[in-house]
């Protein structure tokens, strides 16, 4: 009889899957490196929000790269892109879509839906908060969801489905703050700072000459839903989830897992979708470094961007000059204590 062919080894394919992954993200890493200079840790931070299938707030002052960046992103992963500059006048239907009447060749007439912007992979909401709250709502269930309801008809995003939006922090006159139902959308929220002098001798150096090529895309829609399978498929010990509840948990003032800055200075914390980002991009960075599994030091090292939109300092907490990622450093050290027996 003729043997039979060895069966494939689950173990190996996923070790495969998870190499040829790696090597991509890297490459997609480099690819964003050579278009914000000097800013290696929020192109990473960016792409392991990607990774995660999770939304970014991108904070900066003008000028820092934050619209060059996401473009880049989307090129590199050759998706489609949109960007919409979201202004006081900006109305819902600019961002969604609406219905337009079309008038047919033999006179008859009928409403047909013209899609809005956000119906594409990659979508840059430039400056969302000079936009009203009516207008930024507009996001939530696309955000959410990944759909768009219009005059009672669902219409499903493709996937994957990105909103990066930048605010600017110096300019707060005529702004609208985002709702806290809106920032707990965002998976990360990071900190565009002005690069230091040799970066940006790199940055001037290489934007004032001839216009370089476009580059190919380093990784293609369906290595990027691959990607995302992969990170849910990495398995989390308890420790590590135990870990994240904790920390959660120290975020409310309320809690009993809270450190006192926390119940001194903070209005509210975040919500099970906060530990659920954070454990997703938990994932997405132990996919990246190569291991096959979750770390408490993944878990720390993500802690801020993940957390530090959701939560509030409270009135005491402004005037005593504290700070979220203060609160945040803080519920970390807390919930990385061992718990000491009940007595």
């Known amino acids: 009889m003729t043997p039979n062919a060895a069966e494939p080894d689950p173990v190996a394919e996923l070790e495969a899957r998870l190499e040829r992954c790696r090597d991509q993200v890297k490459a997609l890493l480099k690819r964003l490196d050579s278009e914000l200079l ?106 959410q969801e990944r759909q768009v309801t219009l005059h009672g008809t669902t219409r499903r995003l493709d996937d994957p489905f990105l909103v990066v939006a930048t605010q600017n922090p110096l300019e707060m006159e005529g702004t609208y703050p985002l709702p806290e139902a809106q920032l707990d959308r965002f998976l990360f929220q990071l900190q565009l700072e002005l690069p230091s002098e040799r970066a940006l001798v790199e940055v001037l150096s290489a934007t004032t000459g001839v216009a370089r090529a476009s580059a190919p895309p380093t990784m293609r829609r369906a290595d990027l839903l691959d990607a995302r399978d992969l990170v849910r498929r990495l398995p989390a010990p308890s420790p590590v989830v135990e870990l994240v509840a904790r920390l959660v948990l120290a975020t409310h003032p309320t809690s009993a897992e809270a450190p006192p800055e926390v119940r001194a200075h903070a209005r509210f914390g975040a919500s099970p979708r906060g530990g659920q980002s954070l454990l997703l991009a938990a994932k997405a960075r132990a996919l990246l470094d190569g291991r096959l599994h979750v770390t408490a030091e993944d878990v720390a090292a993500l802690a801020l961007p993940a957390l530090r939109h959701r939560i509030a300092v409270n009135y005491e907490g402004e005037a005593a000059g504290a700070r979220a990622d203060d609160l945040v450093a803080a519920a970390l050290a807390a919930a990385g204590q061992p718990r000491r027996a009940a007595r």
């Open 38 to 143: 000097g800013q290696r840790d929020v192109t990473r931070s960016l792409a392991l929000a990607v990774l995660a299938g999770g939304h970014v707030l991108l904070e900066g002052a003008p000028g820092l790269g934050k619209t060059t960046l996401v473009h880049a992103l989307a090129d590199a992963l050759e998706l489609e892109f949109r960007r919409v500059q979201f202004t006081p006048d900006l109305m819902p239907s600019d961002v969604l879509g609406s219905r337009v009447l079309h008038v047919a060749e033999d006179g008859s007439r009928r409403f047909e839906f013209e899609p809005g912007p956000i119906f594409t992979h990659v979508l840059l909401a430039d400056e969302i908060n000079r936009a009203t709250p009516r207008t930024q709502s507009a996001l939530l269930e696309a955000m």
